[in-house]
């Protein structure tokens, strides 16, 4: 059977490759120094595949057609080398894919599907981190988290749940890691682009390592981009990984409210359920 063996959420600003000079020293440094330990983690764990929750903004899905969740299907996946990160090609794991897509349809989760998902920073920066060889097949998960109408949060833990449901339920032996990707508190393309509000992302991950996952539910998308602008609407694939493990050992690795990137950094090792 198939099982969950390692699970992180970690942050996916681009300046984090593009301005890494830009950083205070000291913070640049322990940021770096968090993401080698999850890579180191995620490769102890012993992981073949790694199923990615990430938002994306606007390049592969635009207002034509907006999913609010997609699921990149096939053989590769194709990197838009946008933003300073370099144009990578990842292999993708058709069989759990497909096997999230059916068991989702089964589940009531009607997921829209893509055989030609490009992926933009949102998922290369932390594959860019954690296997940068790009040796490990991808599942990657779009979740809109730009356009409205945005899902609540709780749907999104809900899929959470049932996405790992999927992981432990498939009958091929795969050792399957979860990364969940985003924020926390920025500001994009609006007059506060640049500002962090590390109160909330010290609130949001003080609930969040303390399991207080329905306080964090009760969160509209309205306060969530009031407290800590539009770009904390990617929360979203945090909270989908707390839906996955719920019970879960939670480590904050490292938090930095960066202000040359705009971004309250932040990488937690959710640890995993290993059946």
Known sequence: MARIVFAAAVAHTALILRAKDKAPQEQMERVYKAFGEIRRRLEESGAETVILFSAEHMK?????????????????????????VPPYSVDLDLDLSQHVLQYG??????????????????????????????????VPVFMNAASPPIAPLHRLYHFGKMVA????????????????????????????MGEIAESFDRRFLELLLHHRDEEILGWSNAHIEEEAGNGALEIKSWMALAGALPQGRRELICYEPVEAWGTGIALIDFGAVIK
């Open 60 to 84: 592969s899905f635009f207002l034509d057609n907006m999913p609010s969740l997609c699921i990149g299907t096939g053989e590769k996946a194709q990197g838009w080398g946008e933003a300073g």
């Open 105 to 138: 349809l089964d589940q009531e989760f009607d997921l829209a599907y893509s055989y030609e998902m490009r992926l933009d920073h949102g998922f290369m920066v932390p594959l860019h981190f954690l296997t940068p060889q790009m040796n490990i097949p991808v």
């Open 165 to 192: 449901d999927a992981v432990n339920g498939w009958e091929k032996d795969r050792k399957v890691a979860l990364v969940a990707t985003g924020g926390i508190s920025h500001w994009v393309a609006v007059p506060r």
